[in-house]
């Protein structure tokens, strides 16, 4: 089992940037493919973004391609969300989440992850 802590949301103004961290414990973090998700007051969860467990591959939602880089320190067992040109449509609270077996089809599914942080609340004014 892994445990996941979730930092560095805020209120940014449109266009500036944010650095999400996510600190894992518990397990070897490089077993563990990782995502990042979000959910705005009345809507689903979504995707945003996922790292393979070397950090070679990256995925990305089509909405934050280009502004959002997904990246991970495995020697400090964290991933992290680098979030430029935000918009006021990026408010949302963004969770991190885990998961040991993943499958290439299936990074941005919700239901692929075992184990999701408390999740951290990202606020962009316009």
């Not at 880089?69 to 040109?85: H, K």
Request: hydrophobic fraction near 35%.
């Amino acid at each position: 089992q892994v445990q996941l802590v979730e930092s560095g949301g805020g209120l940014v103004q449109a266009g500036g940037s944010l650095r999400l961290s996510c600190a894992a414990s518990g397990r070897t973090f490089s077993n563990y493919f990782m995502g990042w998700f979000r959910q705005a007051p009345g809507k689903e969860r979504e995707f945003v973004a996922a790292i393979s467990r070397s950090g070679d591959s990256t995925y990305y939602a089509d909405s934050v391609k280009g502004r959002f880089t997904i990246s991970r320190g495995n020697a400090n067992n964290t991933v992290y969300l680098q979030m430029n040109s935000l918009k006021p449509e990026d408010t949302a609270v963004h969770y991190c989440a885990a998961t040991v077996f993943m499958s290439r089809s299936n990074y941005n599914r919700g239901t692929a992850y075992d184990y999701w942080g408390q999740g951290t609340q990202v606020t962009v004014s316009s």
